[in-house]
C-alpha cells in the first residue's frame, strides 16, 4: 500500500477498499491507550509527525502516567517503524490496516501552502504555530488527497470541535467506552409470594423462576417484594440461587465506635466488602452516600478480626489527574500528600473520634456498658508523639493515628503504585472515575492473592479532560468485570452525610 506521509508534488495511488476509513490520531489518543495503534481493525492509521514532536516532549515525565505511555508508544512505533522506507511508505498492521506518519506538504510547500484548502482553513485557524492546529492541517490534508473516509480521532473536545469547522468528521476514541445504557437502577425488584417469602427467610436462599433469573448476573443485588408490600434483600449467586445477606450487626475500627448500615443500599455494599470471596468491589454514589466511611468501616473491622487473612487496610486517591507533579507543594512527602488524602483521615476521624459522639446514632444497643466504657477508655487515652528535637512529647496523636504509626493503616496517593505487588491488603481506591481504563488496569494487576481492591467514585464528578461517563476507569471496570465470581457491584444513591449535603448533591 502507498504511503500516507510521503510529501512529493504530485498525489500519490492509494489502494485501499472502498469500505476502509482512515483515522487520523491525536496525541492524547497514544497517550490514554498506548495500545490504540493495534485497535482499528483493517483500517488505515495516520499518525502526524505534530504528535511525535509532542510524545517527546512529555516522555521526560519519570514519574508520571503521561511519561510512560508516551515511553510505550515511541518503543511500539520504533518497532513498527525500523527504518526511513517504513516512515516514508508506511507499513501493513497484522490486523489488516495500514500506519503511516503524515508530514504534511501543506506546511512544507509554499505552493501549496496559498491552495484554496489551506486559505480557508486559516481563514478560520489562523495560528500554525500550535501543535493542535498543526495536527488538524495534517487530518485535513489527508482528507483532500486520498480517497477513504478521513475521521479525526481525539479525547479533546476543542480540538474535535475546531476539527468540524474546518469540514472534517471527529470523534472520540471509543475503543474503552463502555455502551450507552439508560441509567442504571441501583438495584432490581423481584416479585415472589408472601409464602415464597417466608420460606426464604427460613432457609435462607431460594431458588427463582428462568425468566427472572436470566436477567440477573452473578453476585447482583436484588430485593425480592411480594405483592403484600414485604420485602427481604438478596444476593444472586448463580444458578437462579438467591441467598441471604451476611450482614453482622455492626462493623467497628479497634478501639471505634459501631458502624451500621442507614439503608438497603449500605446494606449490599457491607454484604460485599465483608465477603471474603469477593476480591474486586465497584462502586458508583454521589457526595455523601457513605462510600468512603462504609468501605473503610468495614475494611479496618475485617483487620481487626482474629479470623481475618487481611494484615492491613491501604487507602489511596489519584493525585487529580493521576500522575502530576506534587513538588510544588513544600515539606515533606507526607505534607505534601497530606491536601490529597485529607478525606481519609476526615473518615478515620468520624470512626475513631478524639471525642465521644453525641450522636446517639452511634450507641450500639446491644453493647455491654463494661465494654462499652472500655472501647471509650481506650480512644480517649492518647499516645504522645515521640519527642521532637529531643524535648519532651510533641502533641497528642489522634487515636487513629496509632492505627498508621503502626502500618496496619496505610493512606498513600495513586502515583507510586506501579511495580508493587499488593499481598493481604484490603485496598481502598477513591476516586476511580478520573482514571483511564488504562491507570485502572495498572491498579487491578497490582493486586496479589489474599487481597481485595474496592473501587468507589461518582461518575457524575469527572476532573479528568480526557475521560468521561462512559471512559472513564471505574465504569470500565464494571463493565467488563461484571458477572465474574471475583467481582461485585454496588449503586449508592441515598446521601447519608446530612440533609443539606443530599440537597446540594441532587439540586447544584
Known amino acids: ?32 491507550d498506548p495500545q490504540s495503534i493495534f485497535k482499528f481493525d483493517d483500517n488505515n492509521l495516520a499518525i502526524p ?7 517527546d516532549a512529555i516522555k521526560s515525565e519519570q514519574s508520571t502516567e503521561r511519561g510512560r505511555n508516551a515511553r510505550h508508544v515511541h518503543r511500539i512505533l520504533s518497532q513498527l517503524l525500523p527504518d526511513s522506507r517504513s516512515m516514508h511508505e508506511g ?20 505552493n501549496r501552502m496559498d491552495s484554496p484548502v489551506m486559505q480557508r482553513f486559516r481563514a478560520i485557524l489562523p495560528d500554525l504555530t500550535k501543535k493542535d492546529n498543526r495536527i488538524i492541517a495534517a487530518a485535513l490534508f489527508v482528507k483532500e488527497n486520498y480517497p477513504p473516509p478521513t475521521v479525526l480521532v481525539t479525547k479533546d473536545v476543542n480540538v474535535a470541535l475546531k476539527a468540524r469547522a474546518v469540514g472534517l468528521e471527529a470523534q472520540d476514541y471509543l475503543n474503552d467506552k463502555v455502551p450507552e445504557i439508560d441509567e442504571e437502577s441501583a438495584y432490581r425488584d423481584i416479585p415472589v409470594t408472601v409464602y415464597e417469602l417466608q420460606r426464604f427467610c427460613s432457609e435462607g436462599e431460594f431458588t427463582l423462576s428462568r425468566d427472572d433469573a436470566r436477567k ?49 443500599e449500605q446494606q449490599f455494599f457491607m454484604d460485599a466488602l465483608l465477603d471474603d470471596s469477593i476480591a474486586l468491589i465497584t462502586c458508583f454514589g ?56 485529607q478525606p481519609y483521615f476526615d473518615a478515620l476521624e468520624v470512626l475513631i473520634p478524639s471525642k465521644p459522639p453525641k450522636d446517639p446514632q452511634f450507641s450500639a444497643k446491644k453493647v455491654s456498658k463494661k465494654k462499652h466504657h472500655k472501647h471509650q477508655e481506650m ?25 498508621i504509626r503502626s502500618g496496619l493503616v496505610d493512606v498513600e496517593a495513586l502515583c507510586f503504585i506501579r511495580g508493587r505487588s499488593i499481598a493481604r491488603r484490603f485496598f481502598i481506591l477513591d476516586e476511580a472515575q478520573q482514571l483511564t481504563p488504562h491507570e485502572v488496569k495498572t491498579v487491578i494487576t497490582r493486586i496479589a492473592e489474599g487481597s481485595k481492591i474496592v473501587l468507589i467514585g461518582d461518575p457524575a464528578q469527572i476532573d479528568n479532560p480526557y475521560v468521561d461517563s462512559r471512559s472513564n476507569g471505574l465504569v470500565y471496570a464494571h463493565n467488563r468485570m461484571k ?26
Not at 507499513?91 to 510547500?109: F, R
Request: charge should be positive.
Open 49 to 55: 509527525v505534530e504528535v511525535l514532536e509532542e510524545l
Open 216 to 264: 440477573l448476573y452473578l453476585n447482583e443485588y436484588v430485593l425480592l417484594r411480594s405483592d403484600e408490600g414485604k420485602t427481604m434483600p438478596a444476593r444472586y449467586f448463580g444458578e437462579g440461587v438467591v441467598r441471604r445477606l451476611r450482614l453482622p450487626e455492626f462493623v467497628k475500627a479497634p478501639g471505634g465506635i459501631p458502624i451500621r448500615a442507614r439503608n438497603l
Open 286 to 341: 454521589k457526595a455523601g452516600t457513605g462510600k468512603t466511611l462504609i468501605s473503610t468501616a468495614c475494611a479496618l473491622h475485617q483487620t481487626h478480626d482474629d479470623h481475618s487473612h487481611y494484615d492491613g487496610v491501604s487507602i489511596s486517591r489519584p493525585v487529580i489527574a493521576l500522575g502530576k507533579d506534587i513538588g510544588f507543594l513544600p515539606g515533606t512527602l507526607d505534607e505534601k500528600m497530606k491536601p490529597w488524602l
Open 483 to 508: 458477572g465474574h465470581a471475583l467481582s461485585a457491584h454496588v449503586k449508592l444513591t441515598k446521601g447519608e452525610r446530612s440533609k443539606l449535603a443530599e440537597l446540594a448533591a441532587d439540586l447544584l
Open 1 to 32: 500500500m502507498e504511503n500516507l506521509s510521503r510529501a512529493t508534488a504530485h498525489k500519490p495511488q492509494l489502494k485501499v477498499s472502498a469500505k476502509t476509513k482512515t483515522f487520523v490520531l491525536d496525541t492524547n489518543v497514544l497517550l490514554h
Open 379 to 403: 480512644m480517649l487515652t492518647p499516645t504522645p508523639s515521640p519527642a521532637v528535637n529531643g524535648g519532651p512529647s510533641g502533641p497528642l496523636m489522634k487515636p487513629y493515628e496509632r492505627l
Open 91 to 110: 507499513v501493513k498492521l497484522d490486523n489488516g490496516g495500514t500506519l503511516s506518519i503524515i508530514i504534511n506538504p501543506y506546511l512544507t510547500d509554499s
